[in-house]
T-cell receptor, first 110, second 115 residues
């Protein structure tokens, strides 16, 4: 059974600081890994998708790396802004389904 | 292009009742998955439908059932509601063919409260 863990569970930083969010998974036979953003009480917004054959993906201030052999991914958010405050979820695809971590709740202080 | 939509947005039910949640897939997507997200947790996979057939199921009891229609819209039905069924229910659709079949696009969710 795939287990996905996200550390830390919560993070508070001043505006402008870089964010580093960690995700680990137990079964390396994944098809891809996705990072999502979730605002309170809302659905999921896909941020980045990394195929299992890739090492990283970038979109604007966001960069995600994937080390499939060690079962780890890291999401970097550069120059954080108060609008980045949300919960960030990591999910891996095995077969047909996504397995999610519990998320990291980020607060960016103005 | 219309994204994934879900209805209703919120609803409140009493323990023991039955509920039906609805999902319209993103245009052209023929696979739909349902997830349950309890407060403070990550979403948990309930089941997936592909071309109107159940394609896989997570660790949920049989009182959670689903349907997919020819237009690829979907329903999640929950019978004999329990207090622990209170959660955000998320629907996600995936594209067919050469597009990445495992990239899932999520709807806004339905918040179910069981009292």
């Amino acid at each position: 059974k795939q287990e996905v863990t996200q550390i830390p569970a919560a993070l508070s930083v001043p505006e402008g600081e870089n964010l580093v969010l960690n995700c680990s998974f137990t079964d390396s036979a994944i098809y891809n890994l996705q990072w999502f953003r979730q605002d309170p009480g809302k659905g999921l917004t896909s941020l980045l998708l990394i195929q299992s054959s890739q090492r990283e993906q970038t979109s604007g201030r966001l960069n995600a790396s994937l080390d499939k052999s060690s079962g780890r991914s890291t999401l970097y958010i550069a120059a954080s802004q108060p609008g980045d405050s949300a919960t960030y979820l990591c999910a891996v695809t095995n077969d047909y389904k996504l397995s999610f971590g519990a998320g990291t709740t980020v607060t960016v202080r103005a | 292009e219309t994204g994934v939509t879900q209805s209703p947005t919120h609803l409140i039910k009493t323990r023991g009742q039955q509920v039906t949640l609805r999902c319209s897939s993103q245009s052209g997507h023929n696979t739909v998955s349902w997830y349950q997200q309890a407060l403070g947790q990550g979403p948990q996979f309930i089941f997936q439908y592909y071309r109107e057939e159940e394609n896989g199921r997570g660790n949920f009891p049989p009182r959670f059932s689903g349907l997919q229609f020819p237009n690829y819209s979907s329903e999640l039905n929950v019978n004999a509601l329990e207090l622990d069924d209170s959660a955000l229910y998320l629907c996600a659709s995936s594209p067919p063919g050469l597009a990445d079949p495992y990239e899932q696009y999520f709807g806004p969710g339905t918040r179910l409260t069981v009292t």
